[in-house]
């Protein structure tokens, strides 16, 4: 398997711009998960989903953040619109059956709001 | 709630020379416990977990853990450290409670830096 893959690797755009992160988990993973990360606040679950429904989404920042799965095998995370605080790296991930399993990490999008 | 603390944010060791990175965590339920390891520009990867039975568990590329209930921790050992090893250490903590899916709550790293 290829992996969780996330894309862009790279992000770059303008405060007010709408960004859209998109991933792929593992084939047959129940769990996606989107963590941020930033110097300040460390990693912290944004969100996550088991079955394609979202389950908790308490981490989301505020209502500019969205987050959708309309299917197993893909997901994306929204930010309209975006602020300069939202510069971060974000990870998607997933796992098996439970949280607890082995959570698979994608390389992470970089991404810079000017 | 759970809570985890990672007490050092940055370990300098030298080659060969064996490290401790601390975790404590703060939870009123059973825990499940894992250990993350990110290397730079990448992604976390599973190091070790604890779930149940021996408190003391064994990990990729020579790291083990011990779980400690009394003291509540979980702290990270190698004996001999290599160049390859300097990364991110992640310290997770997951309840077990039958009216929770189990979500983790990652401490906030500890970065090991091994020189030669």
């Known amino acids: 398997d290829a992996g969780v893959i996330q894309s862009p690797r790279h992000e770059v755009t303008e405060m007010g711009q709408e960004v859209t992160l998109r991933c792929k988990p593992i084939?047959?993973?129940?769990?996606l998960f989107w963590y941020r990360q930033t110097m300040m606040r460390g990693l912290e679950l944004l969100i996550y989903?088991?079955?394609?429904?979202?389950?908790?989404d308490s981490g989301m920042p505020e209502d500019r953040f969205s987050a959708k799965m309309p299917n197993a095998s893909f997901s994306t995370l929204k930010i309209q619109p975006s602020e300069p605080r939202d510069s971060a790296v974000y990870f998607c991930a997933s796992s098996l059956y439970s949280p607890r399993d082995t959570q698979y990490f994608g390389p992470g999008t970089r991404l810079t709001v000017l | 709630a759970q809570s985890v603390t990672q007490l050092d944010s940055q370990v300098p060791v030298f080659e060969e020379a064996p490290v401790e990175l601390r975790c404590n965590y703060s939870s009123s339920v059973s825990v499940y416990l894992f250990w993350y390891v990110q290397y730079p520009n990448q992604g976390l990867q599973l190091l070790l977990k604890y779930l149940s039975g021996s408190t003391l568990v064994k990990g990729i590329n020579g790291f083990e853990a011990e779980f400690n209930k009394s003291q509540t921790s979980f702290h990270l050992r190698k004996p001999s450290v290599h160049i390859s090893d300097t990364a991110e250490y992640f310290c997770?903590?997951?309840?077990?409670?039958?009216?929770?899916?189990?979500?983790?709550?990652f401490g906030k790293g500890t970065k090991l830096s091994v020189k030669p």
């Open positions: 997770a903590v997951s309840d077990f409670d039958g009216g929770s899916q189990g979500n983790l709550i």
């Open positions: 989903f088991n079955n394609n429904v979202p389950i908790d």
């Open positions: 084939s047959g993973h129940d769990y």
